[in-house]
């Protein structure tokens, strides 16, 4: 039946805290000190904001199992992604592995701009290309050729620009992953020998460029 927290003030170095099964509401001010917590039971509570709750934890950047259902918050119809987005430290949540996929989700979610540099970063460099979508107020520059996108992979209420991650990996190939390879018939080129002799007439230089996608 506990119901405050005041108790842990002190309690610095504490990696594993079981608190699940009591009364709390809030735990605001109470934990944020625990930055050396790895297990944190929370389950069957009654915390409401989801917010607030998640602010707490924010500092514990050592934190890998966290349980927070069995309270009103985990009603919230985007609970999971909120927690995983804000709390990047945490591989076990509710008793269930954070998948990359669902890091992915949330990151689509949470911060639709910093996803849309991700997706456009190949082979370690910036390339330019576009999905044909929006990112908050800037407008993306669609290619002289878009590419056909698979129907039913933009969702427009959430702004996520793909649900299945392959979809986007197909789209990116077709835009990016550019090769260029150019050519030139040294045999043509006239040596420095041969520019101060004139023995050999000089022709027009030639460059083949070839582009693979």
Known sequence: QIQDLTFLIKNYCLTELYLNNNELTDISGALKHLRSLQILFLHNNELKKLGKTVKELKGMISLQTLNLFQNPLACDPDYRLYVIYFL????????????QRERESALHLYNPKKAWVVQSIAFGKRVDTSLGTTVGSSRCIQPARRPIMPSGIYNTRRKIPFEDPEDA?????M????????????????TCQERRLKNKAEEP????????R
């Open 175 to 190: 835009t990016r992953s550019l090769m260029e390879f150019s050519f030139v018939d040294w045999n043509k080129v006239a």
């Open 88 to 99: 990047p430290s945490v591989q076990l949540l509710d008793r269930k592995l954070v998948t």
């Open 169 to 173: 990996v197909l789209v990116r190939a």
């Open 205 to 212: 230089l030639e460059k083949l460029t070839v582009q693979f």
